[in-house]
């Protein structure tokens, strides 16, 4: 059989690594899949999840006809354009009856890594609405929080191959790939190839991860103690003498610094070694190795941590850490560019705090307001469930999972279960569609045009590179699917609202939508390079291209640039005042009545909830197992495989026990996005099912105790 091959990049993750298809001409199949070895940026490598794309686009469960759910509770399907006119028809009811506040738009992952994801926003904002929620703010959103509360650096962090020292909270990057802006594809020789030229790495971490291993100092502590061992490591360094101090002087000023040492003055060494498990001497060593004995390096922290208690706090002081150290990029020196987004110059200067949520009203669930573009996900179920006015109703869902990945999954479901139309866009049923009254199945990856994921006013990449990736194969013969920008304009259009897109009206006036390219035309039109040059770029780079931007060499601060960090704020003090009162600040151990800490785990076939539903990945990893230390198998009577209960004070799950020499005794290990409907069986469980959404909070964001989680763990049965 006659094949053909062609060059794209993966859209499963931010990593967006090279591949090579080999498609089937006669079937316009994809039949088989590689790295793409003269991708720039990934160098050969792609992982397992990104080698799946075969079945992804070409297995029995996907869906290749809209639904609409009848009476009986059953699904039937309909014409992607029937289906726009019901949707359209019930939405103006909707608002004509309660309010254009009460519709509202989820978008995941998935809905993130294609180019035109932002006109969730402009079709909300047309409608008059902002009630846009999405994964963000329920995974790293401590990240803006600290971003909000204390400033940041225009000119970013140092990257790894700027550095002498990374240091770890929680990170994984060997199985992620998105420990950003620090390191992207191609992670393990990444890794390697640094520490081969002296890169000393510092991982802190309630397990020996797949990067941990590689640690030169792997500090392993219980779960949730990480805003003590971050403020033990800012106390020592400021102790010690080990700061920038011109960096410090210059950007954060002596009444500050003072304010910020005077917080963290109850971190001792020793009593974050105590309260962590960590042995004695750790902290220091950690602390000596990242800030006297390196010159460059960053910290990061990452998902563990984010979703564990005072997350802010923790991220606060990870952050300090950087700033007291001067871990940034300075002028002269070269930084990463999207080029998808303005060249905007990139300044040696400070970004005063913002704290934008105070310019937006608070939400009628517990007075919380906005962070970023977001609602806050952890008040989605109350804010459909609770009565009166800006009540939501409608919600659109663009390649999410929200029923899988919102913490208390049974509130979660009845709330969507609760809305008069729930519209989602997704290629197969997953448990969210489920729910649904409409499901549009999108084209996927490498049947649409696409450009490598932007989003406007930051960069997550690691690379300055960017590629053109034109569709390869066709849609499946049959099939009628929608672009996933597409059901916002035809919605919007049959409304008669007046729309934009990236800054641009779009003309309702004619007949015949858009196309993609005209999408993406619009989308890079005020970026460092347009579509048409990056079209044009394929003919001598088809594996995408490292830009050599001017805008790329970061500038000097402006001289009026007078902003300072603020890294001591009332509400962090207060914070931190509040963590040393807690459980956590007390003995070691998951408290009383508990036998173990549950954390969150990255796995290295899915992505969140993406491709837990395919053979390929069933075949290895059909349920996701409860890991933890084998010492402990005997003391709780079990073998491995044996069937586990896990019983948090919210609600209780089953899993398989499996043996896992790399976690620490006393904690147990689950991934997280698994499971069905809370009562449908897998695969796998979902832990969300022991966590509530309404307690445990952190501040500004509403994060829930999603990692860290008291359990019980103890035989089924």
């Known amino acids: 059989m006659a094949t053909r091959q062609a060059r794209s990049f993966c859209r499963i993750c931010a990593a967006h690594c090279g591949v090579v298809l080999t498609i089937e001409n006669e079937t316009d199949r994809i039949v088989a899949v590689k790295g793409d070895k003269q991708n720039p940026m990934s160098r050969g490598y792609v992982c397992f999840k990104g080698l799946q794309a075969e079945e992804a686009h070409h297995g029995p469960a996907r869906l290749l006809r809209p639904l609409k759910r009848q009476p009986d509770g059953s699904f039937a399907e309909i014409e992607s354009e029937q289906a726009l006119d019901e949707i359209s028809d019930r939405l103006r009811g909707?608002?004509?009856?309660?309010?254009?506040?009460?519709?509202?738009?989820?978008?995941?992952?998935?809905g993130s890594l294609y180019s035109t994801h932002m006109i969730q926003l402009d079709f909300l904002s047309a409608l008059g609405s902002n009630q846009f929620y999405s994964v963000n703010t329920i995974d790293q959103s401590a990240k803006l929080v600290s971003f909000e509360r204390q400033g940041g650096w225009g000119a970013g962090l140092h990257d790894i191959s700027q550095s002498e020292v990374l240091l770890f909270f929680g990170c994984n990057p060997v199985i992620s790939h998105s420990t950003m802006p620090v390191m992207g594809p191609d992670p393990l020789r990444t890794l390697k190839q640094a520490k081969e030229r002296g890169l000393k790495l510092i991982c802190i971490d309630p397990r020996r991860s797949e990067t941990a291993y590689f640690a030169d100092l792997h500090l392993q502590p219980l779960p949730g103690r990480d805003t003590a061992i971050a403020g033990a490591m800012v106390r020592t360094i400021l102790d010690e003498g080990w700061e920038n101090k011109e960096f410090v002087a210059r950007h954060v000023g002596a009444d500050r610094i003072a304010d910020l040492r005077k917080a963290v003055d109850r971190f001792t060494p020793d009593f974050a070694e105590r309260v962590a498990g960590l042995e004695p001497g750790q902290i220091r060593a950690a602390a000596k190795m990242f800030a006297k004995d390196s010159a460059s390096g960053a910290a990061f922290a990452a998902t563990g941590p984010s979703m564990s208690p005072f997350s802010n706090t923790m991220q606060h002081l990870v952050d300090s850490l950087n700033i007291i150290c001067g871990r940034f990029r300075q002028?002269?020196?070269?930084?990463?560019?999207?080029?998808?987004?303005?060249?905007?110059?990139?300044?040696?200067?400070?970004?005063?705090?913002?704290?934008?949520?105070?310019?937006?009203?608070?939400?009628?669930?517990?007075?919380?307001?906005?962070?970023?573009?977001?609602?806050?996900?952890?008040?989605?179920?109350?804010?459909?469930?609770?009565p009166g006015k800006g009540q939501i109703r409608a919600m659109f869902v663009s390649g999410s999972n929200p029923a899988t990945c919102l913490p208390d999954q049974k509130k979660a479901v009845e709330a969507f279960r609760d809305l008069e139309l729930l519209v989602v866009m997704d290629p197969y049923l997953s448990t969210t569609a489920k729910l649904?009254?409409?499901?549009?199945?999108?084209?996927?990856?490498?049947?649409?045009?696409?450009?490598?994921?932007?989003?406007?006013?930051?960069?997550?990449?690691?690379?300055?590179?960017?590629?053109?990736?034109?569709?390869?194969?066709?849609?499946?013969?049959?099939?009628?699917?929608?672009?996933?920008?597409y059901p916002y304009w035809a919605i919007a259009k049959r409304l008669g609202l007046d729309m934009k897109f990236s800054g641009f009206d779009l003309d309702f006036g004619v007949n015949q939508p858009p196309s993609t390219d005209d999408m993406l035309e619009m989308r890079a039109a005020h970026g460092r390079i347009t579509l048409a040059e990056l079209k044009a770029d394929l003919r001598q780079y088809p594996s995408g291209r490292i830009y050599d931007h001017p805008s790329a060499m970061v500038q000097p601060a402006r001289p009026e640039a007078n902003g300072r960090f603020d890294v001591m704020p009332e509400d962090v003090a207060a914070e931190i005042e509040e963590f040393l009162a807690s459980d956590l600040a007390q003995a070691p151990g998951p408290g009383p009545g508990h036998s173990h800490l549950l954390i969150s785990r990255r796995m290295n076939r899915v992505m969140n909830s993406v491709g837990n539903n395919l053979e390929g990945t069933l075949k290895y990893d059909p349920v996701n197992p409860a890991y933890m230390n084998p010492a402990e198998f005997d003391a709780l009577g079990i073998a491995p495989g044996d069937r586990v209960e896990i019983a948090s004070d919210h609600g209780t799950i089953e899993t398989v026990a499996q043996p896992d020499e790399a976690v620490r005794p006393g904690v147990v290990s689950i991934s997280h996005c698994w499971g069905g409907l809370p009562d449908e069986d897998g695969p796998g469980v979902n832990t969300n099912l022991l966590i509530a959404d309404d307690r445990d909070l952190a501040s500004v964001n509403m994060m829930?105790?999603?990692?860290?989680?008291?359990?019980?763990?103890?035989?089924a049965g």
């Open 94 to 110: 909707i608002v004509e009856r309660c309010g254009p506040e009460a519709v509202g738009t989820f978008k995941g992952t998935s």
């Open 704 to 715: 829930p105790r999603m990692s860290a989680v008291p359990v019980n763990v103890s035989r």
């Open 331 to 386: 002028a002269g020196q070269k930084a990463v560019v999207d080029m998808i987004n303005p060249a905007d110059p990139i300044r040696a200067e400070v970004i005063p705090p913002p704290r934008s949520w105070n310019n937006h009203p608070p939400s009628r669930i517990r007075g919380v307001g906005m962070l970023g573009y977001d609602r806050l996900a952890s008040t989605l179920a109350e804010e459909i469930l609770t």
């Open 436 to 485: 649904a009254h409409y499901v549009l199945p999108p084209t996927m990856m490498y049947e649409r045009p696409d450009l490598p994921i932007a989003v406007p006013g930051s960069n997550i990449g690691t690379i300055s590179w960017s590629q053109y990736a034109p569709p390869v194969i066709d849609p499946p013969e049959g099939a009628d699917l929608v672009e996933d920008w």
